[in-house]
């Protein structure tokens, strides 16, 4: 989740949320699978809408990854130059990239989730991807030797 929400206590929030409806909805849920599936989703989903009421309330002057929990093994300038790619996305790009790329689900269980089809979620896979492909290229600085 803390790909797709971008802030890992946010994340883990939105997890324990997503996690508390589940049991809630115990009674419906089928099997493993769709308890996952469900899971994901109600997560998914909450991202969203705490994204959308953030971008109406976040005071001016934040700068990425203020806030964010840093992983010691990642240079801060690598995860800054990551986050500003992956906020670059849409939201769509960045939760089928999340799903499929990341927590490792098929493409049909990425589109259940998300609600949408997969032909879809395999459009916003191949522009997101090429999106950070472009992003994260590094930059070329001519050498001296280059003349």
């Given at each position: 989740m803390s790909f797709i929400a971008g802030d890992l206590d946010l994340a883990r929030e939105i997890a324990q949320e997503a996690m508390t409806r589940t049991l809630e909805a115990w009674d419906r849920i089928e099997s493993?699978?769709?308890?996952?599936?469900?899971?994901?989703?109600?997560?998914?989903?909450?991202?969203?809408?705490?994204?959308?009421?953030s971008k109406r309330t976040e005071p001016a002057g934040l700068e990425v990854?203020?806030?964010a929990a840093t992983d010691p093994t990642?240079?801060?300038?690598?995860?800054?130059?990551?986050?500003?790619?992956?906020?670059?996305l849409s939201d769509r790009q960045r939760a089928s990239l999340a799903l499929v790329d990341y927590i490792g689900l098929d493409v049909a269980d990425a589109a259940d989730i998300l609600g949408m089809p997969a032909s879809t979620v395999r459009v916003h896979l191949?522009?997101?991807?090429?999106?950070?492909?472009?992003?994260?290229?590094?930059?070329?600085?001519?050498s001296e030797t280059d003349g």
């Open positions: 493993d699978e769709h308890a996952l599936r469900f899971t994901l989703r109600v997560g998914s989903n909450l991202a969203k809408t705490r994204w959308r009421r990854g203020q806030g990642i240079d801060v300038e690598d995860r800054l130059v990551l986050e500003a790619a992956l906020r670059s191949t522009r997101g991807r090429r999106r950070l492909a472009r992003s994260l290229q590094p930059a070329y600085r001519p």
